[in-house]
């Protein structure tokens, strides 16, 4: 999709983090701009920051997980624009480090609600309306390498909805491609360094009616800078990639068509073909990390 001047973004997860950074990077290439996204004070707060720049941006309130709240989104944009030829299901949320016998199913239904259903509500409430309108369009969802690619043993419950999505990605990209249509799927790794982003701390949005019966033990919940403390004081340095360079970055695969939008994807064939060669010994393809016994 070469031209995105006066196009129409959909941006779920976009008041915060990642979401944010492609919102705005969306505004500098002139498109016009919907942020979707559960925190209203978050929200209010980036569409006054973002439209002060002269863009053209709305804010609505959705839970991806509720379908019905992502239909009425998806009500919104086509009332209000009458077309979404970019959409990015980029909302996502995660839990602390446990092994899966240490998770309580509350921890499953609200991860695998916003990153899986929630960009299954994405596309079930936009993608027959982008398909109807015959235009050129984009879906990307974001996903993540511990998932799609490398999943840690420690983040079974992010990792897998993560692995999820780019499943699901990989079958939407074919089906698209097989009805022979303008509409095309990609895959968003965020990538290229840590991510300093509302991931850390997305426990903020946790629904009260799936909070968990015990609280998590102390410890393993941690912010972006007290994990990067921690690292630093083992003598790791961490490279921290800026989110808005990743925007532009992910702009430009949008522009080539790229499938697969991620910073040095040419690294992903060897660690998948070491994933591949272990499967293919019998062998269980994720390391043995000493924290999880």
């Given amino acids: ?138 879906v990307m969802n974001t996903s993540s390498g511990d998932g799609g690619i490398s999943p840690l043993a420690e983040q079974s419950v992010y990792a897998s909805s993560k692995a999820a999505v780019s499943i699901l990605t990989e079958c939407l990209g074919a089906q698209l491609k097989a009805q022979g249509d303008k509409l095309r799927a990609a895959i968003f790794y965020p990538s290229g360094g840590m991510l300093n982003t509302g991931i850390w701390t997305t426990r903020r949005n946790r629904p009260a009616d799936l909070a968990r019966d015990t609280p998590f033990p102390e410890g393993t919940e941690i912010t972006f800078d007290q994990f990067m403390n921690g690292m630093k004081q083992a003598g790791i340095e961490l490279p921290v990639q800026d989110l808005d360079e990743l925007a532009r970055f992910a702009v430009e695969g949008i522009r080539k068509g790229d499938f697969v939008i991620m910073i040095g994807r040419e690294q992903m064939e060897a660690q998948l073909l070491e994933r591949a060669q272990k499967l293919a010994r019998g062998e269980c393809p994720i390391d043995v990390l000493p924290s999880m016994g």
């Fill in 1 to 138: 999709m070469q031209e995105l001047r006066n196009r129409v973004a959909v941006v779920s997860g976009g008041a915060s983090g990642i979401g944010l950074s492609l919102s705005r990077a969306f505004l500098a290439e002139g498109m016009k701009l919907v942020i979707a996204d559960v925190e209203e004070s978050a929200l209010k707060r980036a569409v006054e920051d973002l439209g002060a720049g002269g863009g053209e941006v709305t804010g609505v309130v959705t839970d991806v997980s509720s379908i019905e709240s992502v239909r009425a989104l998806a009500d919104q944009v086509y009332d209000t624009h009458g077309a979404c030829h970019l959409l990015c299901n980029n909302a996502g949320v995660s839990v602390a480090n446990l092994n899966i016998w240490e998770t309580e199913p509350t921890d499953w239904a609200w991860v695998h609600g916003v990153n899986i259903r929630g960009v299954v509500h994405g596309i079930q409430a936009f993608v027959p309306r982008m398909l109807a309108a015959g235009e050129e369009g984009f």
